[in-house]
């Protein structure tokens, strides 16, 4: 078995016994392999051992990836900060977005994705940790971006995403994944069609799935340190 295998295994042995801890159902968590700065032969490695979902943060280094990895029919996540003249590939080759963080990014993801395919798959970033050069929308601003998202043909609104600032005692990650929980909650209830809250990476997604995270967005746990120098 690869080491990728392995650590795979451990991961979704952990991530189900702490569903039961936290009394989630069984299976409600998912992961996505964070494989930014990792080669394509670890994120084959990674689809031999089940995974399906990628997230990658650079556009260059993904589209190649793309490209490489066709004929492995992998779902693919943009979850890097997006520049407005970024848009058009982004909406053509990746089946979900996590960080769209303003209304001119929505509308141009809409512009350019294709009437022939299915909607593009949103998430709302929200900046939970209010530094000001941070990407993502202030938590009491979603609202609106979500009411212009959900009104866009060639988006669906599927949920919230957030990077909160590291923090290594288990409560104070607690307290920041509450508040985008209770807000997912509160969105839910004007569209039900949200049902993905994407938080929790390698070193908080204990704290994440027992505020309710649906999809942990994980990297150097699967894959170890990210390399500078992708061959
Ligand atoms: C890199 C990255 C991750 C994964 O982080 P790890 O700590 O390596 O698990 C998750 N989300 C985003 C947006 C990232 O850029």
């Known amino acids: 078995m690869t080491i990728v295998a392995e650590h795979i295994n451990?991961?979704?042995?952990?991530?189900?016994?702490?569903?039961?801890r936290y009394e989630k159902p069984a299976g409600s968590?998912?992961?996505?392999?964070?494989?930014k700065r990792q080669s394509i032969e670890k994120i084959a490695e990674a689809h031999s051992a089940g995974l399906k979902d990628f997230g990658e943060n650079y556009?260059?280094?993904?589209?190649?990836?793309?490209?490489?990895?066709?004929?492995?029919?992998?779902?693919?996540?943009?979850?890097?900060?997006?520049?407005?003249?970024?848009?058009?590939?982004?909406?053509?080759?990746?089946?979900?977005?996590?960080?769209?963080d303003r209304t001119k990014i929505a509308l141009r993801l809409n512009e350019h994705r294709a009437d022939s395919r299915l909607p593009l798959n949103v998430c709302v970033q929200v900046n939970l940790s209010n530094e000001a050069n941070k990407s993502g929308v202030a938590l009491q601003d979603a609202e609106d971006l979500c009411v212009c998202i959900a009104r866009l043909p060639h988006l669906k609104l599927r949920g919230l995403m957030a990077i909160p600032a590291p923090l290594s005692v288990f409560d104070a990650q607690r307290v920041c994944f509450r508040l985008l929980a209770n807000e997912f909650v509160r969105l839910q209830s004007l569209y039900p069609q949200m049902d993905t809250l994407s938080?929790?990476?390698s070193n908080d997604y204990e704290a994440a799935i027992a505020e309710g995270s649906t999809l942990l967005r994980i990297g150097t746990g699967i894959f170890g340190?990210?390399?500078?120098?992708l061959a």
């Open 59 to 100: 556009l260059q280094e993904a589209l190649e990836k793309i490209e490489k990895l066709k004929p492995l029919d992998l779902n693919w996540h943009f979850i890097g900060p997006i520049q407005a003249n970024k848009t058009k590939p982004i909406a053509e080759e990746f089946q979900w977005v996590h960080s769209v």
């Open 29 to 35: 968590v998912k992961l996505l392999a964070v494989s």
């Open 225 to 229: 340190p990210a390399s500078n120098s």
């Open 199 to 201: 938080m929790g990476m």
């Open 10 to 20: 451990k991961l979704v042995t952990s991530l189900r016994s702490f569903e039961q």
